[in-house]
């Protein structure tokens, strides 16, 4: 038997036992995995499960109490992110990564237009041409299903999906090789839910991203998702691909989540 | 002959935490071997633990014991231990699966669920999308449906989508469970002779039919699922 190797063999990003603590409260136990280029991996769990916490560890926001992140930077090396220098960490939250987050108004800026919500992250970058970031912008709001007329108009005028799609938007403007997601689909009506689902999976697929979705919704997980965590008070319980965990879950609680399920 | 799907002594076995932790076995000692462009039909009752087999080769249920050797990229690689990534990588490019269900993506267009294998398997866009048509007028699904997403489809014609998606890729192996369960005859007839094409071609393919008549025209031999009866 022969390991077959895939298309991607060196690892994007990698978690060495990462724990962390409040006082005597162990919010997150002793968590390792690798994510590999193009790999979308969820995170599931209820409130209080450590999920957050461990995805906010993964995005150099949250320093660990134990154990490490390592991120493959463009060059092909693997880095320490607590031993990165800060024109490195900028260079990974403004273009390399993307992160999602649950409330729109929290990755973004409300009172400014949606075009220039999605041109910032490249003037961050260097770009200067006001022709090519305005028009780099419209194509991406027509990407997420924005009308483009609606490029000056601010997202405090837009609905909760519209938001959320220009999150996205803004966030994959750099072309980033990683996506943080928090419970992306979380404030919205199920309508908008599946809408938005089906454009983050084909962008997924599209652009050959990998992601780390948290989420406590399985449906997201498994329509989204090439692997699963299931996490349950700081620690992963079980793990495998997202299809096995679901249709053949082992530990008791794994089950129990499945279970809860309300058939459609 | 080349032996594409070789199992041994596989065992599977639920364990219902919920229900007290009652132990449910499924199937213990399945063991059968499938060679390129041969269809091994799978007998026995409902209940018999059938569909948990495929599932088993699919990597969609996890193996107790015993090995799912497949052969992938020229190499036998054991399914029933491989990590997810070699798993969905097998699932690219080696073993397909056409389940009696369609798990529609909402919003995708039947042309676009049925042309995505291609698509990851790398084809250009326009003749993935051409191949798809084809096949899906070869399945009498009207060419006005197609840019309409399945999941408002009829039961037969979502099945035909999942048949289409399963049978347009070029994968060396296919796990067909129920492929005819809601057609006609005029489709089931089709199937029949997708079939027929894929074996000559050297697909090897485990089947579930429940139609003798179609069990006949397409199985050049029958596993009997009740020998691998697990002990309650």
Known sequence: ?264 | MTVMLNVENARKTFTMHLQGGILLPVVQGVSFQVTAGECVVLSGPSGAGKSSILKMIFGNYRCDGGRISVRHQGEMIDVAGAEPRLVLNARRQTIGYVSQFLRAVPRVAALDVVAEPLLMAGVARDEARARAGALLGRLNIPERLWSLPPSTFSGGEQQRVNIARGFISELPILLLDEPTASLDAANRAVVVDLIAAKKQAGVAMIAIVHDDDIRAQIADRTVDVTTFAAAA
């Not at chain 1, 992110?81 to 800060?86: D, F, K």
């Not at chain 1, 490195?88 to 403004?94: D, G, Q």
């Not at chain 1, 961050?124 to 990407?143: C, K």
């Not at chain 1, 990998?210 to 793990?239: C, F, P, Q, Y």
Request: with cysteine; glycine share 10%; net charge negative.
């Open chain 1, 1 to 264: 038997m022969v390991e077959v190797t895939g298309a991607s063999d060196q690892p994007l990003l990698v978690a060495e036992g990462l724990t962390k603590s409040y006082g005597r409260l162990a919010a997150c136990r002793d968590v390792s995995f690798v994510l590999y280029p193009g790999e979308v991996l969820a995170i599931v769990g209820e409130s209080g499960s450590g999920k957050s916490t461990l995805l906010q560890m993964l995005s150099a926001q949250l320093a660990p109490s134990g154990g490490r992140v390592s991120y493959r930077m463009r060059d092909g090396v693997l880095r320490d992110l607590a031993e990165l220098g800060e024109a490195e960490r900028r260079f990974l939250f403004r273009t390399d990564w993307g992160y999602v987050h649950q409330d729109p108004a929290q990755g973004l800026r409300m009172a400014v237009s949606a075009g220039a919500n999605v041109g910032e992250r490249l003037m961050a970058v260097g770009w200067n041409n006001y022709g090519r970031i305005r028009q780099t912008a419209s194509s991406w709001l027509e990407r997420v299903e924005i009308d483009v007329a609606r490029i000056d108009d601010a997202p405090r005028t837009y609905s909760g999906g519209m938001r959320q799609r220009l999150q996205i938007a803004r966030n994959l403007v750099t072309e980033p090789r990683l996506v943080f997601m928090d419970e992306p689909t979380g404030g919205l009506d199920v309508s908008v839910q599946a809408r938005l689902l089906d454009l983050m999976r084909s962008l997924v697929n599209e652009l050959g991203l990998a992601a780390i979705v948290v989420t406590h919704d399985l449906a997201v997980a498994r329509l989204l998702s090439h692997r699963v965590m299931v996490m349950k008070e700081g620690r992963v319980i079980e793990t495998g691909l997202t299809d096995q965990v679901l249709d053949d879950p082992r530990e008791p609680y794994t089950q129990l989540l499945v279970s809860s399920i309300l058939p459609a």
